[in-house]
Structures are given as C-alpha cells and as structure tokens.
C-alpha cells in the first residue's frame, strides 16, 4: 500500500472495533470493508455484489491507499461484516470527522437539528403488511449532515429510541425540532439537559397540552389581541401553488408551563398556512400549534419550523429516490441498519459536493467514473468545480 495522501475519513473508520471472530480466516481488515462499501455506495452501487463488482473493476486503484492484503473483499464477506459491525460505534468514531465537516460548511449560530424517523420498508419479512425496521436519524439541516442514528426494532414505536438517540448528540446551543410523533416531556427534558432547545410539533397526543395552547390562541384572537403578538410572514410560489405562511409567537402563560414535566416551554406557537392553487383559484388553510424552550422570536421559530422538513425533502426523498431505499433487500437488521447509516453518511458527503449546475445522481456518475474525484471527496469532503 503506497498511502499518497492523509485521508481522515479512513483514519477514523479505522477506529471502529472489529467484532468478526478473529481466526485465521479473517482476510481482510475491517476498515477496508467499510471504505469500500461507502466508495461504492458513492459511486452508484444499491446491493453487496454491486460493490464487489465496481470495486474490482477499480482495485489498482483502491490498492494505491487502502491495505488489501487479498485484494477486494466478496459480497459475502461485506455481507457478514455489515451483520456484526455495531452502527453506533461507527458513528461514535466519526464524531470528530462530523463536527469537523459539520463547521467547515458553516453552520448558522445556533445549529438546527432535525430528528425524524423512517422506514427501511425492504426490510419486511413475511407477508404485506409485516413489521418493517425504523432509522430515527438527526439531521444538521443547514450542513446537510447526519449527526446519528439509531434504529428501532419492528413493532417498536420509534419515540422509543429518541432519548438513546439524543445521548449520543452534542446539543449545546442547538435548537431541535421534532413531529408531533416526539411531542413528549420526557423527551423535551432530555434535550434541555443537553444543553439544547426543543421546537416540538403539537397534536392530538398531547391532548391536554393541544387544548390549552390552541384555546390561548382562539381566545387572543376572538379579544382582537393576536394581531399584537410578534409574527413573521413569508410567501412562497411554485408548483402551481402560491403559499403564505404566518408564524405567530407568544411567551408560554403560566398555566402550560404549570403543566407536569413541561416546566421548560417559554414560548408557545401558532403557524397558519393559506395556500392557493394557482389553476383553480381554490384557497385552503391549515393551522399547527408547536411549543419551544426557545425565546419567543417569531422569525426564528418561522425558519427553524421551515427547516424542520429539509429532513424529509434533502434526505428521505433522496434516499428513496437516488439510493432507492425502500427496495433495498436486507432481511438481517444490523446488517440493514449498517447499510442505512453508509447511505446517509454518503448522501452527507455528496450534499458538500454538488455543485451549482449538478444533482446528487450527476455527482454519483462523476465519482464512478474518476476515481481522483472520488479520492479528493473522501481528503476534503469536497471536489474540484467543473
């Protein structure tokens, strides 16, 4: 191995612990595995024997920086190492490679971090309908980043796992939003003790919580006092639709934060959404309530509310759509959560690499088919402009 340049991603992987059984048939060192599979996943690769078969057609190059004592490993071999390695070790060794792409991208001052889960629905076993693995992940929705993840087992709620999953976050001045799905005390004091801020969606399983807050905003407004309250409006046209958006804010009254476990709200906030359908002039209107440990700052909870479904629209569209997700095919859980986090990990990469005229899909081609590109994203998280 002939090493050329000083790669961080690989010297952090090389971090995590190896749980293969050590034999004498172990040919291949963990970190090898791992950095393959993600390369191939860069560059297009959707199953294990795809990624042997691109990674064979480039093993000269992979052999110039990467220790393949015999060569490229088999599917089955990546297959047996995805089913053993632990996913949060591999996130606990990339801490530092996050946090350090995390400010290289510029992170506004309060990071925003998105949680919201998703279902690996190839994951399935037995009839329709059967239970599918959930991947609770947090997104940096300014970097474009995976924080973490963890999965939840079927049949298991994925408000199960939030807690586990904001352990392993370093939330200090951060504000994290949540669906209503997260909507619970227990999980907005486990954010305030990190040092965080919750902006958390507020529905019906929250009954008691949704009725006092929606009856201080009906109340305000039938007094002509809601007008008075700090707002901040934003309008939006586009796909046939024009959209304004009105976010309403109000320090949270005694009564709510009297509420057992929710000492911590201060503001509490009020969003309503006219849409109108541009061809038929039709108008609809939606209204959302949400509650926030976070000053009573209309503008900020209108961008951190809106920021909030970049997790749904920059990754789990574009996993389904450009890594196509949900027909991955990996019955074994660890296995599949591994290739889960190997998935976002490269969509997190690929987010700092697209240039202004370029899609995630043009961006994978141009990796496949230049492996110096390939190798300048793994040193830099970044590529040449093109």
Known sequence: MARTKRIPLVEYLS????RRR???????????????????????????????????????????????????PSHDTFARAFQVVDPEEVIGALTEWLSDLRARRGEGARPLV?????????????????????????WATEAGLVLAQVGSEPDTNETAVIPHLIDLLELKGAIVTIDAAGCHAHIAEAIVAKGGDYVLALKGNQPTLHQKVQDYF????????????????????????????????????????ALPGWE??????????????LSS????????????????????????????WSIENQLHWVLDVSFREDQMRIRHLVSAQNMALVHRLALSLLRGAIGPEESI?????RLASNPNDLLELLCTGSLPTI
């Not at 971090?15 to 190896?18: A, I, N, T, W």
């Not at 998105?114 to 947090?138: M, N, W």
């Open 361 to 365: 899909d043009s961006v994978r081609l």
């Open 114 to 138: 998105a949680i919201d889960g998703k279902a690996l629905r190839g994951t399935q076993r037995g009839r329709s309908g059967g239970a599918v693995l959930q991947v609770v992940t947090a």
């Open 281 to 308: 002039g039709r108008r609809t209107e939606q209204v959302r309530y949400y509650v926030s440990s976070a000053e009573p700052d209309a503008e900020l909870h209108a961008k951190v509310i809106r920021n909030h």
């Open 15 to 18: 971090r995590v612990p190896d």
């Open 264 to 277: 911590s709200i201060r503001t509490i906030v009020l969003v309503t959404t006219e849409t109108i359908h």
């Open 22 to 72: 050590q034999c004498a048939n172990l040919r291949h060192p963990l970190v090898s595995v791992l950095v393959l599979a993600l390369c191939g996943i860069l560059c297009g690769a959707r199953s294990f024997r795809a990624i042997e078969a691109f990674c064979r057609k480039n093993e000269e190059f992979y052999r110039e920086w990467l220790d393949l004592p015999h060569g490229i």
């Open 218 to 257: 009906v109340a305000m407004g039938e007094s002509g006092e809601l007008s008075r309250l700090p707002s901040y409006s934003e309008e939006e046209r586009g796909h046939g639709r024009q959209e304004t958006r009105c976010t309403t804010v109000a320090p949270a009254p005694a009564e709510i934060r």
